[in-house]
């Protein structure tokens, strides 16, 4: 059952909220929660780390995906996202279900920004917490290649030449393989 959007005053640098879930007809073992969202502006990965934090969990897996300043050989200035906003949420939120099938973790917490990305900065940040360590991080590298395979955000990259182009994920369940 998913519950509303919840407004989380803690984490100020975000815009927007976070939606919550807890369902646990899936999972045996679930004792956390999901929080997944999609927002503009700056992403804080230690308000993100905070939210997955849990008193039982020893261990936090974390996967932080910055914008580089190339590609091909030729110099990246930003990225560019945006995001058909419903269904990138169910699929984050499925990810998340995905995840507690395969591994005994606690709160899971995916966001993922939208809009200009400068170099060095965050576009999307999942962390996930677990009893141990080899959970967390196996289970933080098989969210974000569901993520990147099936949740609808394009990448546009800008480059300093004044021209830009639109990158496909190769994990991409939608497109042509040909």
Known sequence: MHTTRTSLPDITKM???LDKTNESDNSKHQVGEDFVDVVEGKLSIENITSRATSPS???IGLFVGTTRNHFEGKEVLRLEYEAYMPMAKKKMLETCQLVRSQWNVENIVMVHRIGEVPVM?????IAI?????K???EAVHFAIDSVKATVPIWKKEVYNDA???WKENRECTWISKD
């Open 135 to 137: 959970e967390a991080l």
């Open 15 to 17: 815009s927007g909220s």
């Open 121 to 125: 900065e965050a576009s999307i940040i």
């Open 57 to 59: 969990a020893g261990a």
């Open 129 to 133: 917490s677990a009893s141990h360590r």
């Open 163 to 165: 021209t830009s182009s």
